[in-house]
């Protein structure tokens, strides 16, 4: 053929080349090319409560910061263990639940209820689950997807756990700085200690139970046993989240199993990026105060997330931070073939 | 004695909810997590067709029969096909498709008590001294009328025999020349219509509530998972398992614990036989 | 070479609905020896291997490891007791380096018990132990190979990681599923003088071949398959000169008697 064809070629750029390993201490060039993104989502996270005007927003940052823990969770499930779990709702009624039990009938301080619901409840959720982790990843995605349905019938079913009223009484935090700079806290802790994990020998397990499991299984390991510390992993994020939920609400409700907590961290994950464990948290400080401002128009934001949600899936866009990821670290010409 | 005709009524209704999801995921191994939310619909239509626009019972079905079919053949065209074959974006995509169809619905106003379809005819019988009234038995025939139909139609109709070819393995079908994508749009139209055929069934028993879409997508699945994802006559089977213990849980224990009960089937199925009743996928069971 | 059965099964059987894979195989494997299993496709070869293995539930019967019954024990148990094997349709973690794909199995808690293959009891950093593992198997130490994805290798390496990953493990026995196809000739010159020293270091090997001048070359013992029942065991110049063997493979001009197996 003598016509000439072009194609795309990505490159790593010269300089994330040059900040492999031990080299990246060669100048501040390459320590600030490694650094300066951390370093902007680490300060801007923390300063973000001082810049929202008012109260009304803060307490948006924190909501954002609650729906980043659900989405983290589910990225690192999803995209590094291979379970999708549909239904995030879960662990937040979970933790939640137990956080205000612990406050209201045991008079336990929100500085122990939370941890203590974070672990107990994140053992209850993967006992739970524990039934389809053998089996393949579908029936994992319908069961998530159902327990918070039939769980908030049941409570209103049989009226216990407060029935349709909730819990009332739950304390709050110390000050509104407390709750957000807790909340803030645990996703930037979160955020980096999972993107650590995934790259230690343990996380490569992770990867190869999602990647194919047989072979993990022919290598001597028990492949429900890691799903099971995967799902712990997740679940007590999500239970955390839910336990810091209802010391800012102070109340406790079958709302906890509400759709939202569902949709938007998987709508989250799908826009900012999946597989990232960042990219969620983008797409939650994105999605969030969107949600917030389109809290009079009702269910219809449910309606608006779902659409995004099929919008994106649909066509199968890959999501911003892995669009940046790529942009920051490769760059691209056109090559003659 | 009732609780053989109660019983019977409730396996009946669940297994005509389950019909519709069953047959789409056992012919093209899609999930169609918008199940509740056609049913949802076409009740919806059916009303505003009555109501409304004034038109006779027989015609508001039948139309909304068409509109919804036609409702599961778009969905399959332009969203499913393009994550076929990915189980966790079907899952997700039709997922979230019925949300919005139910969150729609709810924010059009659509709750509360006002809303009812009128049952098909009035009044009651003595059956074995028990009262049921006519529109139960009518669901009931209707619903016998559309398995043994569904039957026919798979066994003596080439579509039908298409449909069954697809679903025993796709790769065979296709090389026999029968195009998996179109029997996938039939699968999806007739499962919707089923869908909105349970809806007319089953609403004028109470009032049209968004919640029923969600209940039935749980008991839909619940009938799947326990007859086994794929097989018919086990969902049929699992349906009634669960209508009698449903009804009774209802006699002995109360009438609240009818999803504890769905519920549990379930986690006892995946604990103790994951691939169902009649389940096709016995690799589920290989695993030692 | 000691006699020492290592591995035996009795009467295995396996039906999949109405179709009899396996039916009433007997054998053993002596510790140290190589057994080669032959036979057409569809004898049941694999689903004999998955069987031992635990991949698959047997219908009936027994299969003992060093003298312990591991019938129908879970597969990732069968693998921590020593007894491996490769799949036939090879499948490394694709999105994983070369060197990675080993980190896998050296987690696995044998591998912590044996210190891995060559490991002194204790091991080490699991990178450096990987890339020894791969140096050992043929991989070029000094080359990017081992550190390349796992997505781009030709098969030839990818045979050999799938080996790799067994030996990670310091296996007592490795099942190997067609280990020769779909390598081209240089390929296999490579692979032979692997599998002889693999058994010199003291590994049982079981190996199910079509590629028959290669397999014979280093097989001590070869069984034969045909239908789910063990035909014929000898040694290869034994099993090249049987009848019943030669009627499985090249058919017979009798119709009945080819019925008679089925």
Known sequence: MSSTHRRKERIDRGIKVRTEGLYALMSWRELSYLTLPRLVLIVGMLVLPFVMPGMYWQKVITIVCIYAMIAIGFDFLAHYVGLVSLGGAFFIGAGGYL????????????????????????????LLLLPCLPLRGVYFAIVTLMYPLVLARIIEALDILGGTDGIMGVDSFASSWVEQYVAIGMVLVFVFALRRLVNTDLGLVFRAVKDNDQAVRASGMNISYYKAVAVFLASAMGCLAGACLVHIYMWAGISLFALDFSIIPIAATVIGGGGTIVGPVLGCLILVPISELLREFGTLRIVFYSLILVGFIVFRSEGIMVFGERKYHQFQRWVRV | MDILIYGTINSVALAIMALGFALVYG????????????????????????????????????????????????LYQFILIRVRGMAISEIIASYAVGIAILEGLRWGGFRGMSYTLPVFAEGSVMIGGVPVDFHRII???????????????????????????????ERAALMLGIDSDLMAVVSMVIGAMLAGMAGILLLPLGNIVVEAGYNVLILAIAVCIVGGLGSWGGAVLAAFLIGFAQILTVVYLGSHYQMVVALLAIIFTLILKPSGLFGLQKQLEERV | MTSETILEARELSKNFGGITALSRVNFHVNR??????????????????????????MSSGE??????????????KIADMGLTRTFQIMRPYYSLPAYKNLVIPLFAPRAKRTGGWRGGGKLGDRTTVSIDILEEIGFERDSFVPFKMASTLPTGYLKRLELARCLALKPEIILCDEVFSGLSMSEIASMVPLIERLQMDGITLVMIEHRLRELFQVANRVMVMNFGVKLFEGTAQEVMANDQVKKAYFGSEEVEEVMHYA
Not at chain 1, 99 to 126: D, E, F, K, M, W
Request: glycine share 12%; proline share 4%.
């Open chain 1, 99 to 126: 956080a205000a039990i612990l406050n209201s009938s045991y008079g336990l301080p929100p500085l122990l209820t939370i941890p203590i619901a974070t672990v107990l409840g994140a053992a209850i959720c993967t």
């Open chain 2, 139 to 169: 669901m009931v025939l209707v619903g016998a009328g559309i398995f043994v139909g569904l039957y026919l139609f798979t066994h003596y109709t080439r579509i039908g025999l298409a449909l069954r070819g697809m679903a025993q393995d």
């Open chain 3, 32 to 57: 140290g020896e190589i057994l080669g299993i032959i036979g057409p496709n569809g004898s049941g070869k694999t689903t004999l291997i998955n069987c031992l293995t635990g991949f698959i539930r």
């Open chain 3, 63 to 76: 299969v003992f490891f060093k003298g312990k019954n591991i019938s129908n024990k879970a597969a990732h």
């Open chain 2, 27 to 74: 012919i093209s191994r899609v999930p169609n997590f918008a199940h509740g939310s056609i049913y949802v619909l076409a009740g919806f239509i059916t009303w505003s067709f009555l109501r409304t626009l004034g038109l006779p019972y027989f015609w508001s079905v039948i139309i909304t029969l068409l509109i919804v079919g036609f409702a599961g053949a778009l």
